[in-house]
């Protein structure tokens, strides 16, 4: 079938999919095109428009992480059942677990060919923690997995648009009263004084007002989106 689609299309079935099954799904976290998390278990999905070298690699240094990690691809034509049968022996192989996705139908409905296995992979608690950490951060939405050049909504990203909103509606307020005021956590504190992203200014000690640059980046796209979703708990 042609390839002449995103990456991206693949996300939304696996995302439907396992949203169904009960597990809270987001998309491009710490570099994973997916993360899947119920209870105390976590998945993780790679997804590409054609199963490669490049696909097993990710999916493999995903195996660190958890041994719950698969490869998505678009399911292959009747034609090429040679092809998912040499896919399913590389796959069963690396102990990967394989998602394809019906993308010649218009259902695009979402079939598990294989399940991982347990991977002799040695793991990286700290590479987990992160990665969880990193999801527990995000409230709003979710970026798409499979993006490619375009702005990611991280926890850290996600805190200073909450925080930019409380400073657009205040004019200036200090990091005191983010945290007794607005509910933030002392971090917040750490974040506007660093100030990364060039986002805001400091007025006084432990005061803060927003730059021009943050009023930019509140005001379009996707950040624009996180930032009216915030505007309304102001309200």
């Known amino acids: 079938m042609s390839k002449n689609y995103p990456e991206t299309e693949l996300y939304e079935p696996v995302k439907k999919f396992l949203t169904g099954l009960g597990y809270h ?4 976290v710490r570099g994973c095109d997916l993360t899947a998390v119920r209870e105390d278990e976590l998945v ?23 041994d719950q990690v698969y490869a998505a691809v678009p399911r292959p034509l ?20 394989l998602i394809t996705v019906a993308m010649d139908s218009p259902l695009k409905y979402v079939e598990v060919v294989v399940y991982p296995g347990e991977s002799k992979r040695r793991k990286s608690p700290k590479r987990r923690q992160s990665l969880l950490s990193e999801i527990a951060g995000r409230n709003y939405g979710d970026n798409t997995g499979g993006s490619h050049k375009v ?21 200036s307020v200090t990091t005191k009263e983010l945290v007794n005021d607005f509910g933030f956590d002392k971090g917040i504190q750490n974040l506007l004084y660093r ?9 006084d000690k432990g005061t803060y007002a927003l730059s021009e640059e943050g009023r930019k980046a509140i005001s379009e796209g996707k950040f624009g989106e996180v930032a009216d979703y915030y505007r309304g708990l102001l309200l």
């Open 44 to 66: 993780i999905v790679e997804l590409k428009k054609s199963f490669s070298i490049e696909l097993l690699y990710q999916a493999m240094d995903r195996q660190a992480i958890t």
């Open 151 to 171: 702005k990611l909504l991280t926890a850290y990203k996600e805190k200073s648009i909450r925080a930019a909103c409380v400073i657009e509606k205040q004019g």
């Open 78 to 97: 009747k034609n090429e059942s040679l092809a998912i049968k040499n896919m399913t022996r590389i796959i069963k192989k690396l102990d990967l677990g």
């Open 195 to 203: 100030n990364y992203n060039g986002w805001f200014e400091r007025v």
């Open 25 to 28: 799904v987001q998309g491009e």
